[in-house]
């Protein structure tokens, strides 16, 4: 009995984008993934807006923002 895997390997192929990453519609769990991910731009927008008014402010080091954990870090200026 010969059974084909060739309808198994093109369903997964296009559950693949061309970079590499997983297609939204992949799993169930794919719209979690899409949730979060909005959630983080959106926490990332709100932070960079933060760190505008900072460094215009001069209490910041730099414009940058970094992650430790789970968390968006804005280094302070040196005092």
Same mark, same amino acid.
Request: no cysteine; hydrophobic share 40%; net charge positive.
């Given at each position: 009995m010969s059974t084909s895997l060739r309808?198994? %390997?093109? /369903?997964i192929?296009?559950?693949?984008?061309?970079?590499? &990453? $997983?297609?939204d519609d992949a799993s169930p769990?794919? %719209?979690? /993934?899409?949730?979060?991910r909005s959630a983080n731009s959106? &926490? $990332?927008?709100k932070a960079?807006?933060?760190?505008?008014?900072? /460094?215009s402010d001069g209490a910041t080091?730099?414009?940058l923002i970094t992650i430790r954990g789970d968390r968006f870090v804005i280094p302070s200026a040196p005092s």
């Open positions: 309808p198994l %390997a093109e /369903s192929e296009r559950k693949i984008q061309p970079e590499g &990453s $997983l297609a769990n794919s %719209a979690a /993934s899409v949730a979060i959106a &926490s $990332l927008k960079f807006g933060r760190l505008r008014k900072l /460094s080091q730099e414009d």
